[in-house]
Nanobody, 123 residues
Framework: QVQLVESGGGLVQAGGSLRLSCAASGRTFSSYAPGWFRQAPGKEREFVAV????????YYADSVKGRFTLSRDNAKNTVYLQMNSLKPEDTAVYYC????????????????WGPGTQVTVSS
């Protein structure tokens, strides 16, 4: 099993920055490809930033491209999401997830999920 716990969420003003962390335990984190997803009230869960399993390429949703950056520290079994220039529409619960295979964009392909962390952006 893999256990994931997100942290770093909170309340921030528009234009501000936050860095989310996802700490993994159990199996080696490097064996999985990570992704960040988010879900706002009344909306479907959507991908934010995901990594291809074999290619090492990171893909970003159009809504966050240029503002968010996914990074990993395999030695710490941790994945990060640096969020800059935050907008009120970024308000959502953010989830970290990992998968072994399958489409990086499809949340049903992910094997393990964290409980989520709330990000609220005020204007």
């Amino acid at each position: 099993q893999v256990q994931l716990v997100e942290s770093g969420g909170g309340l921030v003003q528009a234009g501000g920055s936050l860095r989310l962390s996802c700490a993994a335990s159990g199996r080696t984190f490097s064996s999985y490809a990570p992704g960040w997803f988010r879900q706002a009230p009344g909306k479907e869960r959507e991908f934010v930033a995901v990594v291809s399993y074999s290619g090492g390429t990171t893909y970003y949703a159009d809504s966050v491209k240029g503002r968010f950056t996914l990074s990993r520290d395999n030695a710490k079994n941790t994945v990060y999401l640096q969020m800059n220039s935050l907008k009120p529409e970024d308000t959502a619960v953010y989830y970290c997830a990992v998968r072994k295979s399958g489409s990086a964009y499809n949340p049903t392909m992910y094997d393990y999920w964290g409980p989520g962390t709330q990000v609220t952006v005020s204007s």
